[in-house]
Structure formats: C-alpha cells, structure tokens
C-alpha cells in the first residue's frame, strides 16, 4: 500500500450503510481544548440535533470532550462522508462566529467504526460516556455537561 497521509488512510476500504450503527470519532486541530468553554460545546450539541432531526442519523449516544467528540449513530439518510462534512463544517462556523475566531477548527478526516449486530450497544454507549472520567475531568459522569444516551 502507498504511504499515505492519516486523512486518506483512514478512507482506505470505507463503506457506509444505512440503518448501520456507527461510532464516529473526530479531534479539533492540533488537538486545541475548544470546547473545555461549555457553550461552545453546546454549538456541537445543536448540530448533532440538527443532523437527527433533518434524518441523517440517529443520535445513540455522545460525549463532547474538551478537544474531540464520540458520536454513536444509526445512519439514516445520507453517507458517513456527508454526515461528518456537514456536522464539522457547520460546528465550525458556529463555533467561529461565537468566539470571533477563524479558520480551521477540525484536523482532517475522522475515524469510524461500524458495530456488528451482536455487539452490547448499550455497553459501548455507557464506554462513550464515560470519557470524562476516564479523562479524570469528573469525579461523577453527572458532573460532565456535555454528554447524552437514549438509554438514560
């Protein structure tokens, strides 16, 4: 296999399906603590509503960390490719409008995972959320602000 950049590896045999569950992970640039300003990680928040509400996936579980986001989804309506452009983008401009800041807010690309079937999704969304503790950012999971589950 050619040497390729990280953002084109992780294209590499990429394949979305629909109704197919999805774990999404993506990094702000050079990894910059953005959203440790809780309204700002609420921008995130509004996008990730937006996405399930207009039917490009359904929102299972997420957490908006300090310097990425985990994003557990059934995608509906639109490919993984379209998902995570538009959701990135449009924090982006939210994000740089709110904090009169410019230019990039993502490094490139980001890493997904699909889950088989069989797999205890309840179980990954309780490892999603619990990020912040592993992180040591909270000593309780209801402490962390910026996290959600449909199955609590």
Not at 63 to 69: A, K, L, N
Not at 126 to 147: F, H, I, Q, S, T
């Amino acid at each position: 296999m050619p040497d390729l950049p990280a953002s084109h590896r992780l294209r590499t045999g990429r394949y979305a399906e629909p109704n197919r569950i999805y774990l999404l992970t993506t990094n702000t640039l050079d990894r910059e603590p953005i959203f440790a300003n809780f309204a700002l990680g609420r921008l995130v928040v509004h996008q990730f509503r937006r996405a399930q509400d207009l039917g490009l996936a359904k929102s299972l579980a997420w957490v908006v960390m300090p310097d990425h986001f985990h994003w557990l989804v059934e995608l509906e309506n639109c490919s993984l490719r379209k998902l995570m452009r538009q959701t990135k983008s449009l924090i982006t401009r939210e994000v740089n409008v709110s904090s009169s800041r410019g230019g990039p807010l993502w490094q490139q690309g980001y890493h997904d995972r699909a889950l088989r079937r069989e797999e205890d999704l309840v179980k990954l969304a309780r490892y999603v959320v619990a990020n912040p503790l592993r992180a040591g950012l909270v000593e309780k999971l209801g402490d962390y602000p910026l996290w959600d589950a449909i199955w609590v």
